[in-house]
């Protein structure tokens, strides 16, 4: 089996202003693909793992053949991380979570409200240090917990289940914010798709 590229849910310059059509092409067709590409050739080469889902294999990375356990764990997470991030933003998606729904409920035991949320995922966000990704996560003991990871790893290595996530590598926002990563992770925000966010949260896999 080999992996492609899912079909991204919006046009490339859905997500204007906050996030321009260049950038999202690009990452789109060029990044995202490549991790594909890569994750591909990397499984061509042990074809007695390539059937087991990928989410598996990120989850039990040690698993993997050694000759290609980075190549798994740096392409297979991208290919992961990014078909995860393409779900939770939207063309004129709500800017605040649906009162009274379950992510907003959790959001709220676990951090005080939506704006504290914000705040303490945006510093998260800002203070990765190089290329990685911000994450609200679904922890082992089954609570809302924000991690970080570094480059493309997952964080189904952790453990973890992804509810929402951000990529901070320059590549996402580079064109469009230079070095203002803070100012993407603001105008991010305006694209969240609260109801996809909701709807990982509710989802038991
Ligand atoms: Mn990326």
Redesign the pocket.
């Known amino acids: 089996m080999k992996y492609e590229l899912p079909k991204l849910p919006y046009a490339y310059d859905a997500l204007e202003p906050y996030i321009d059509a260049r950038t999202m092409e690009i990452?789109y067709t060029k990044?995202?693909q490549a991790y594909v590409n890569n994750l591909n050739a990397a499984l061509e080469k042990h074809p007695e793992i390539a059937d087991r889902p990928l989410e598996e294999l990120l989850g039990d990375i040690a698993s993997v053949p050694e000759d290609i356990r980075n190549a798994v764990r740096n392409h297979g997470g991208?290919h992961s991380?990014?078909s995860f991030?393409w779900t939770i933003m939207a063309k004129d998606a709500g800017k605040e979570p649906v009162e009274g729904s379950p992510i907003m409920k959790a959001i709220g035991s676990a951090f005080g409200d939506v704006a504290k949320f914000k705040d303490e995922f945006g510093k998260a966000a800002a203070g990765v240090f190089g290329s990685g990704w911000a994450w609200l996560v679904v922890d082992r003991a089954g609570t809302l917990s924000l991690v970080t990871t570094p480059n493309?790893d997952s964080p189904l290595m952790n453990g973890h289940r992804p509810v929402l996530g951000l990529?901070v590598?320059e590549?996402?926002y580079y064109l469009k914010h230079q070095s203002d990563r803070k100012g993407y992770i603001g105008d991010w925000w305006n694209v969240v798709n609260w109801a996809a966010v909701n709807d990982h949260f509710t989802s038991r896999s």
Request: proline share 0%.
């Open positions: 990452h990044h995202h991208g991380n990014h991030f493309q990529d590598w590549h996402a």
